[in-house]
């Protein structure tokens, strides 16, 4: 099995022509630089690297609410709506987000989950027969966190989460929390925790900031988000010099979850390089969760996003990673691929 074009290989997403060969057990085999026939343009299936699903229920409820207002728990307004919502509906709705994720090239999602083990179930049916895989960061209670692929804290004002933090240590499962949203007030107390990775941390102070650089904790910048929530903009270069960092597209009630809309955003607000937020949409993510992808590169699992390269929107650009990053879409998608033989159509088939 193999698939030719433009491909971006390895870490640094140089575009060579030529092919990506697909072993039987779904790993990338070889990547071959030759002349080829197709205008495809290859890449690593994205990681988005935070999500919240559960409000796909109430995309974009709440229009000019305060952050506080929006998803505060327990009464903000996606918490009400959630409580009002079966879990039938919920499935259904989370179903709808999944796919989307899928038909846009993104091979897994970083779900910060709530409702407890109920609420990891949940996930688990939504997804059914899907192939993107929707990791959950569960919340609410250890068992939530065995009955999923690790825990994901609301924030250190809320809570010490110092039994947590013990548990995921003990299974060898992430722990990831939410800091410096709105202020800096829990930077400090969520890395005293020694969290795997913090999410949006858009209120660091010079303090936070070496101590990222100290500990290197990653970070995932969800700044769509910020912006439709108005707290700010993270220090983007300024995290990235000290530590790794990954996207992610935060509420569906907020925002749609595309990675390429993400990416587009990013590229327009800061100075970081194309490549470097595009190791943001890939690797970085899939490092933070453990996956064995986000690389085309030798030994890899083979979830790649193919594009074509001369659909209306990219024909005739100069720069294929620029073009992926910053004028992409869902529409040039045209097959995501999951391992040996499977295609995700975003419908469910494999
Ligand atoms: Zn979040």
Do not use: W
């Amino acid at each position: 099995m193999e698939r030719t074009g433009t491909i971006l290989r390895g870490r640094e997403f140089e575009p060579v022509e030529g092919r990506v060969v697909i072993d039987d057990d779904g790993r990338i085999e070889a990547v071959e630089e030759t002349s080829v026939e197709s205008d495809d343009i290859i890449l690593p299936a994205f990681v988005n690297a935070h999500t919240h699903i559960g409000d796909s229920i109430a995309k974009e409820a709440g229009g000019g609410l305060s952050l506080e207002e929006l998803v505060a728990p327990p009464d903000g307004l996606k918490h009400r709506l959630l409580r009002a919502a079966s879990q039938d509906e919920l499935a259904a709705a989370m179903r709808r987000s999944l796919q989307f994720m899928q038909r846009g090239g993104t091979a897994a999602c970083l779900e910060f989950r709530e409702g407890g083990v109920e609420g990891v179930r949940t996930l688990e049916r939504a997804a059914e027969g899907l192939s993107i895989d929707a990791l959950s960061f569960a919340r609410g209670s250890i068992d939530a966190m065995h009955a999923g692929d690790g825990f994901g804290a609301s924030g250190a004002n809320d809570d010490s989460f110092d039994r947590e933090r013990t548990a995921t240590r003990e299974t060898g499962k992430p722990f990831g929390i939410h800091a410096g949203e709105v202020d800096s007030s829990d930077i400090n107390p969520a890395l005293d925790l020694e969290p795997d990775f913090l999410v949006h941390m858009v209120h660091p102070e010079p303090v936070h900031l070496e101590r990222l650089a100290d500990s290197e904790i990653p970070v995932v910048v969800c700044p769509r988000s910020n912006l439709v929530t108005d707290v700010g903009l993270s220090p983007y270069a300024e995290l990235d010099e000290r530590t790794t960092l990954a996207l992610g597209t935060d509420n569906v009630m907020l925002n749609s979850p595309s990675m390429f809309r993400e990416m587009e955003f990013l590229a327009k607000l800061s100075d970081l390089p194309a490549a470097e937020i595009l190791r943001m949409a890939t690797v970085n993510g899939a490092e933070i969760a453990d996956l064995e992808y986000g690389l085309v590169e030798p030994g890899r699992e083979a979830r790649l996003l193919v594009l074509d390269g001369d659909s209306d929107n990219l024909a005739g650009a100069r720069d294929p990673v620029r073009a992926v990053v910053r004028r992409a879409g869902v529409d040039d998608v045209r097959e995501v691929r999951y391992g040996a033989d499977a295609t995700a159509d975003g419908d469910g088939d494999r």
